[in-house]
């Protein structure tokens, strides 16, 4: 059976690292060891997208990135229970154009007791940053 540690019941510290190696992972920008994160059934709302299961999420970041280039993100902690984790992020990237983007959210996790999350909403507004106002790198 797939896991992905750290398992819940979920402590605060154990949420904090489940919420670093997520910022790891969408970092790295590939979309199938992101998706090995989720379950195979994984439910997503992503602003206005719905999508479900890993060759969903797979098709669905490899379009990003191409659209969203330079992309760099942080995560940080906000609430969690058992099985849930509340996150608020930020990353940050620049379209074809060279034009640069903030993006600020809220993500809601739900994950089965494999660790592996099976339900992720997000709530997600861009703003236009000049290149000098980046805050990450």
Request: net charge neutral; proline share 3%; glycine share 2%.
């Amino acid at each position: 059976m797939e896991q992905k540690h750290p398992l819940p019941p979920f402590t605060i510290e154990t949420a904090k690292q489940k919420i670093k190696l997520a910022e790891d992972a969408w970092n790295s920008q590939d979309p199938i060891k992101i998706s090995m994160a989720y379950t195979a059934d994984s439910e997503w709302r992503n602003r206005s997208k719905f999508i479900r299961g890993r060759k969903e999420i797979q098709e669905f970041l490899s379009v990003k990135w191409k659209h969203e280039l330079n992309y760099r993100l942080k995560k940080e902690y906000w609430a969690h229970t058992d099985n849930r984790i509340a996150v608020r992020f930020e990353y940050e990237y620049s379209n074809e154009e060279g034009q640069w983007f903030r993006a600020y959210g809220n993500e809601n996790w739900e994950f089965d007791e494999h660790g592996l999350m099976k339900k992720r909403f997000a709530s997600i507004n861009d703003i236009q940053i000049n290149e000098v106002d980046k805050k990450l790198n």
